[in-house]
């Protein structure tokens, strides 16, 4: 799977707590809008989480396979291409934290996965 375009803002590490900040670009080549839907496309669901979880694993030192449940999902924005959107993420305790948002701190999807 092909990445979105990615720009590391921050990077902090707390006693039991990793997080950064990255901006995303989204652009309509990116092989996931390709048939989601013809027409009118949208970044899916498992796309986001599979975002969040490779950068989670890049810059927090998430270890992937002990990724054991999703405890919370939400999509209240749909993503369509040619957007760019940030990306915050929180590694606390057994738990990371998500949340797609624009410059307008407007949230497009949130979540929370069990490691």
């Given amino acids: 799977m092909d990445y979105p375009k990615t720009k590391l803002i921050e990077t902090s590490k707390q006693q039991a707590e990793f997080s950064c900040l990255l901006k995303l670009y989204f652009p309509e080549d990116l092989s996931v809008f390709q048939g989601h839907f013809e027409g009118a496309p949208i970044l899916p669901g498992v796309a986001q989480l599979d975002f969040a979880i490779e950068y989670a694993s890049q810059y927090l030192e998430v270890d992937k396979s002990m990724i054991n449940v999703i405890k919370q999902l939400k999509?209240?924005?749909?993503?369509?291409?040619?957007?760019?959107?940030?990306?915050?993420?929180?590694?606390?305790?057994?738990?990371?934290?998500?949340?797609?948002?624009?410059?307008?701190?407007?949230?497009?999807?949130?979540?929370?996965?069990?490691?």
């Fill in 75 to 115: 999509f209240t924005r749909i993503i369509r291409p040619n957007i760019t959107l940030s990306l915050a993420l929180i590694k606390k305790d057994s738990t990371l934290h998500f949340r797609y948002f624009d410059h307008e701190d407007n949230n497009y999807s949130i979540g929370r996965i069990g490691l």
